[in-house]
């Protein structure tokens, strides 16, 4: 019988009995009589002391001739010691090599100097080995688990629908086309049409978190051509009020749930997350724009009006988490679906939330009269004749509604304080970078 295999965090529990343990091998010292061998598994690093004397010699001489980060698997007696970092160490009777690494790595995982993003996102798998990395996706997984838990407390039906599309939801400046069996088909760049399908399907409450695709040319910090989108699309909506409360409530509790589980897991990301205490200042376009000095001028905000709006939202209304309001129908004119305000139809009743400096959602209530719905398209130039599946669901009652979409990788970027959104992303896409 083997014996169990520990993991490095669950050593101190295990004092004074034989274990084995398994992992990359992060460094070898030898001084004189005694020899350091560092293992690193996925919850931390075991220090195995090797004797002069005590350790079979063969031991010693085959660590010595192994290459970093080759996989290892150590048999041998836990015992407390003052100088690990864990407070014990495995002296160890037996050791395996299971793979060896090939030398020269072609990215250190523990050298000091760091390495440009793309040196390390060519080589990924190994810049995934290093603890402050693996932290991000702890903290991913995290807020994964925390959305999921309260749209579920919420009465959310989690539903998945389709990335391979006959048509886009916007223009088709930002959709990759694919070659369906000899037709054309594009991926889906967001699940826009089908969540507010579901709401004309009675089903009230959905949230999705899948990849979407958007043939973003720009290279920037925080575009992607894949991204994680979390949406989500309610029914019997009539104030955008209720759906930011929505929002900003689950916000806070998968940030509060994101907190406790990091600090569980000791990882140092805990403490750099960003409060998100609600309710998160609301700061109408309108305001915005005075704010830059270009009162009513009726276009989107460029990259640096976004940030110097967020920044004076920040140091005015004192959160890092706002929502801008009231966008202007002239610059939603491309999205059909949005509806405008009843008191004044040049506004529309949407928004966006910001975390930092980045827009995280986008949201709003949806025109959900089929005249007004198609009135839209025919002022987008958007043919409803090629959207008959979804204006069906219109046709035949359809409650009012709104959602939005929410991007994951720019929430990861905005709580981690990652400088560029491809750290977010495990093995990020964009304009020029398909591979690994
Ligand atoms: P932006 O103006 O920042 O390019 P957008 O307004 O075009 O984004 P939406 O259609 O509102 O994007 O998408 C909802 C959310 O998805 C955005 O708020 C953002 O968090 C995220 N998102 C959109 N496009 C990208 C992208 N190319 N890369 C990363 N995240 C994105
Ligand atoms: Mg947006």
Redesign the pocket.
């Known amino acids: 019988m083997p014996l169990p295999r520990r993991l490095s965090r669950e050593l101190a529990a295990h004092d004074g009995e034989a274990v084995r343990i398994a992992g990359h091998l992060e460094e070898y010292r030898a001084l004189g009589g005694v020899a350091f061998a560092l293992v690193r598994d996925g919850s931390g690093t075991t220090q195995v002391t090797l004797k002069k004397g005590a350790t079979d010699p063969a031991m010693f001489a085959a660590l010595e001739g192994l290459a970093r980060e080759s996989v290892v698997e150590v048999e041998g007696t836990v015992a407390r010691s003052e100088r690990s970092r864990r407070g014990v160490e495995l002296l160890p009777s037996r050791l395996t090599v299971v793979t060896p690494a090939e030398v020269p790595l072609p990215l250190g995982v523990v050298d000091k100097v760091g390495a440009d993003l793309d040196t390390r996102l060519n080589h990924r798998v190994l810049d995934l080995r290093k603890p402050a990395v693996r932290a991000v996706f702890e903290l991913r997984t995290a807020v994964l688990a925390g959305f999921r838990r309260a749209f579920l407390d919420r009465g959310f039906l989690e539903v998945e629908t389709p990335k391979i599309l006959r048509q886009g939801a ?1 223009g088709g400046s ?1 959709l990759f086309s694919v070659d369906y069996f000899g037709t054309r088909a594009y991926l889906a ?2 699940p826009q049409l089908y969540k507010q399908m579901l709401i004309g399907a009675g089903f009230e409450r959905v949230f999705e978190i899948a990849p ?1 695709f ?1 043939a ?1 040319p ?1 290279d920037t910090v ?4 894949e ?1 994680g ?1 979390l949406d989500a699309e309610v029914g019997y909506v009539d104030d955008p009020e209720e759906l930011r409360g929505l929002l900003e409530g689950i916000v806070a509790d998968t940030v509060a749930a994101s907190r406790a589980d990091l600090e569980r897991r000791g990882n140092p990301l805990a403490a750099r997350l960003p409060e998100a205490k609600t309710p998160f200042p609301r700061v109408p376009f309108a305001r915005a724009e005075a704010w830059l000095g270009r009162p009513g001028a009726g276009r ?1 905000l460029s990259t640096e009006e ?1 940030r110097a709006v967020a920044e004076r939202a920040e140091r005015e209304l004192g959160s890092p988490w706002f929502f801008l309001t009231d966008f202007p129908s002239a610059i939603k004119a491309q999205t059909f679906y949005a509806r405008r305000q009843e008191a004044d139809p040049s506004l529309t009743y949407y928004f ?2 910001y975390g930092g400096t ?5 949201g709003g209530l949806r025109e959900h009269r089929v005249d007004r719905l198609r009135a839209n398209m025919e002022r987008a130039g958007v043919s409803p004749a090629a959207f008959e599946g979804y204006l069906e669901a219109f046709r035949f009652g359809m409650p009012p509604h709104g959602g ?4 994951i ?3 990861v970027q905005a709580l981690a304080g990652l400088p560029n ?1 491809r750290e977010a992303r495990l093995f990020p896409r964009d304009r020029y970078r398909l591979d690994p």
């Open positions: 916007e930002t760049q967001s979407v958007r973003e720009s925080r575009h992607l051509t991204i989108m989107d976004e966006d939330l980045l827009e995280i959602a986008s939005w979409g929410l991007g990788d720019r929430l959104i």
